[in-house]
């Protein structure tokens, strides 16, 4: 059974009941309303959330019954809507009179136009047109500007790692650096299933099933350990079809989806407690990583790795370099950066157990697989203080069989040799 992550439909009944409620003209509210409804049983319940939010905006800007307009009506509705600025701020919300509000962006423009379109030919039925509404354009100029996520609003590693140390239980941590890792989508990520997960020598391979543009698998190593210790006490870990990342209730069921609103929420608390002070919420972890990938790899393996297809025109957002990196590249160049200065994009390694072998979270202290001391993880410098000590064993058993006046005379005759050395 597919899940649903967004409540389209439920947001969409809400605004209808918002349109019902306003006081719009009785009939452009009921031509309106009427459109909503018989275009409810052909598209999506997105699409038609994506109209009533339209018909909110646009509403109050039609004036007279819209079934009398001429097309030059809808040249001047069309030119309004060209004009539209932002909504305003949230209650509460502090905002600066001197401020000048913002145009809507040329992609939220578009999707009016093209949903207006839409609403006209349905309006007009047998006597549309298509002549008449040539000029009605509902794609985005090529000049246009792209939006992106700027400089400093991503999340550097370190940022990341404050989230994952700071989230309080085992799910939260897991579900937060598979997130950076595999860089996916929202509804890819809350939508996976505890069968999509398989783990190996190297750390673990996400199979995406539900993706917007085709299913992949993505390789993860640094997150493996915080997804192979959530899954370790999963509830639902015996059944492949369980959602992997389950609300936290005393009897989950294995249907009982994490919404994109949940999630948002989970983040801003745990940014909030981590002192992040950057705007945080779950696309932010994918553009995140998408922009530290880029600056590592070709770009056709990125698009491969996050979901974009070759063509993706969407992908130019994240091709833009920070001041800092480009610093670092000319640095590097000239074999004038130390490698303490060096920008991180990738998350705190893994811990080898090199007792078990087996791989643990870069906060375990505690092998968990056989509760081994992490605290000497490296082989080279344990064997050496082993050894230290197998050398200096049979001294000391020899020292633990002397009486206290033998020990004073050894002691003795080590501080007269001591002091004929320095003569």
């Known amino acids: 059974m597919e899940v649903q992550i967004y409540k389209h439909k439920e947001e969409f009944e809400k605004r209808r009941r918002e349109i019902q409620e306003s006081d719009l003209p009785r009939r452009n509210r009921r031509l309106i309303l009427d459109f909503l409804d018989d275009m409810s049983a052909r598209v999506s319940a997105a699409r038609m959330r994506k109209y009533a939010f339209l018909f909110l905006r646009i509403g109050p800007l039609l004036g007279k019954d819209v079934d009398k307009y001429s097309v030059r009506d809808f040249r001047r509705l069309v030119g309004r809507l060209n004009d539209l600025t932002k909504r305003e701020p949230p209650h509460g919300a502090a905002s600066r009179a001197d401020e000048k509000p913002a145009l809507c962006s040329e992609w939220y423009r578009a999707d009016m136009r093209a949903g207006l379109k839409v609403f006209v030919k349905w309006l007009k039925g ?43 239980n085992t799910r939260d941590k897991a579900l937060i650096s598979v997130a950076y890792e595999t860089a996916a989508r929202p509804s890819e990520l809350l939508t996976l299933r505890i069968g999509n997960v398989t783990f190996d020598p190297y750390g673990a391979v996400v199979h995406i099933q539900h993706s917007k543009t085709r299913p992949r698998p993505i390789r993860i190593i640094n997150a493996a350990t915080y997804l192979r210790a959530w899954i370790n006490i999963h509830p639902l870990r015996a059944n492949p079809d369980a959602l992997l990342w389950l609300r936290q209730k005393a009897n989950p069921r294995h249907d009982e989806i994490i919404g994109v609103a949940a999630l948002n929420r989970m983040l801003k608390g745990i940014a909030r407690r981590a002192g992040v002070m950057k705007k945080v919420y779950p696309y932010i972890l994918r553009h995140s990583r998408t922009t530290h990938l880029v600056q590592q790899y070709p770009d056709q393996i990125v698009k491969r790795i996050t979901g974009h297809t070759p063509t993706s025109k969407h992908f130019e957002v994240y091709l833009h370099m920070s001041n800092r990196d480009v610093e670092e590249a000319i640095l590097k160049r000239h074999g004038l950066l130390r490698p303490e200065d060096e920008i991180r994009k990738e998350l705190e390694k893994p811990l080898l157990c090199w007792n078990c072998k087996a791989f643990n979270s870069p906060e375990a202290r505690i092998c968990e697989n056989c509760n081994f001391s992490l605290e000497f993880s490296d082989m080279a410098s344990t064997l050496k203080q082993v050894k230290e000590i197998q050398g200096a064993l049979p001294t000391l058993m020899k020292m633990a069989a002397m009486s206290n006046e033998e020990l004073l005379r050894v002691r003795r005759r080590e501080e007269l040799r001591k002091l004929a050395k320095r003569r």
């Open 126 to 168: 047998s006597k549309y047109n298509p002549r008449d509404f040539e000029w009605l354009r509902t794609s985005v100029p090529s000049n246009a500007k792209k939006s992106r996520v700027e400089e400093g609003q991503t999340l550097d590693v370190d940022e990341v790692e404050r989230l994952i140390a700071t989230a309080t």
